[in-house]
């Protein structure tokens, strides 16, 4: 069976809601980084099997498979097919995950894959009326850009809690206090700064033209566990979960250009060894990345005492320190060295290549190793990903 490498990975600098790359539609931002790694890795784009790309929204500018109109606005062949992926934060991991089965089955040699999101863009939307002209009533808006909507009412009423109050629950569940949250939060925005400050991002970040960010929008270098500590509980009167612990809602795209071996002339990042995927109750979806990782590793045929770096998707500080607890044999030190999504942000659609893009250019500079990425998912599921070099 064919091993599947990755050649190269990029992004753009993750945004702000609202901020600068609020003004870029969604498929242009997908359109970005393809164009920037079909140029990076010197190919023929006409090459390209498929462009697999996730996107968690696909509500508004990123309707009618946003992969497709990336590719065809990043000026790759109309030759060049795509499909749009849907595992909400995971989507762009999910890409990674189908273009390696593809190519490990022999039905592609090289894939494009990531993700995208504008939630800045995600627009309001209404029900459709079962009569064409309905007499009387109101309609509900509904924002799109994260969270229930629609909810079907079968469903249990105590797992469609929004996902803040499931990162509460995970706190009280598993003892985890205000300050252990606030620490976290802190260390991931210092971890970014020094890391942007150190060039750890330089090999993988694209500039949007127009939009261009010197670094990720949301770092607080002036953060502190004083002002962490100002701030109110979001979903509880007596709650720990806040603005400043959680990550915040974002714009932006990732890629991961995926190939056999010998697919392209550049020396791989690293090879794809593990996949995991796992699900569990949606009301502590945080947790699931748990025993996504550890099937992950055992498909690679490791353990966690072969891991020497793990990007962990921080969607809330709660939910990651409940995976470390849940991980006894994983030094925490090792876990998002340049820093997470509470500082870098957590565009849902492009988090996942940016997890798993920053683990192959990590094991690149350090000459080889062992590396997880992981992510929680909404609505109940982990995401997990093994790479070697």
């Known amino acids: 069976m064919p091993v599947t490498y990755i050649y190269d990975a990029v992004r753009t600098p993750f945004g702000r809601a609202g901020g600068a790359l609020s003004g870029v539609r969604p498929d242009d931002l ?16 006409s090459r390209i099997d498929d462009v697999v790309f996730g996107d968690a929204n696909q509500a508004g500018e990123d309707n009618r498979n946003v992969a497709r109109f990336g590719a065809l606005l990043a000026g790759l062949p109309s030759t060049v097919p795509g499909v ?41 939307v209404v029900e459709k009326s079962a009569k064409p002209w309905p007499a009387v009533g109101n309609q509900t808006l509904w924002n799109t850009a994260i969270g229930w909507r629609m909810t079907n009412p079968k469903l249990r009423e105590d797992w469609t809690i929004a996902n803040g109050q499931s990162a509460e629950k995970l706190a009280r569940l598993h003892g985890i ?29 694209v500039q949007v033209p127009g939009a261009e960010l010197d670094r990720d929008e949301g770092i607080r270098d002036d953060s502190s566990l004083e002002k962490l500590g100002r701030l109110k509980a979001l979903f509880s009167a007596d709650g720990t979960v806040t603005a400043g612990n959680s990550s915040p809602i974002n714009d932006g795209a990732s890629t991961v250009l995926l190939g056999r071996e010998g697919a392209c002339d550049s020396e791989p990042l690293a090879r794809i060894t593990g996949r995991g995927v796992f699900g569990n109750d949606p009301d502590v979806f945080g947790i699931a990345p748990v025993e996504a ?16 770096i793990v990007e962990l998707n921080e969607a809330f500080a709660s939910q990651s320190l409940a995976c470390l607890a849940g991980w006894p044999d994983l030094d925490p030190a090792k876990v998002n060295i340049d820093g997470g999504a509470l500082a870098i942000g957590h565009p849902l659609g492009a988090s996942g290549g940016r997890v798993v893009g920053h683990a192959a250019h990590q094991l690149a500079r350090r000459g080889g190793g062992v590396a997880v990425a992981a992510l929680c998912i909404g609505v109940g599921q982990g995401l997990a990903i093994v790479l070697e070099r």
């Open 293 to 308: 990782a550890n099937r992950a590793l055992a498909r690679a045929g490791r353990t966690w005492n072969d891991v020497d």
């Open 177 to 205: 206090t205000r300050d252990a949250q606030d620490a976290f939060a802190l260390r991931s925005h210092t971890l970014a700064a020094d890391a942007w400050a150190a060039g750890m991002y330089n090999a993988e970040v």
């Open 30 to 45: 997908a359109a970005v980084v393809m164009k920037a790694t079909v140029e990076r890795a010197g190919i023929d784009p």
């Open 84 to 124: 749009t992926v849907n595992r909400l934060c995971g989507s762009s991991l999910e890409a990674v995950i189908q273009g390696s089965r593809a190519i490990e089955a022999g039905d592609a040699d090289l894939i494009l894959a990531g993700g995208v999101e504008s939630m800045s863009r995600a627009p309001f």
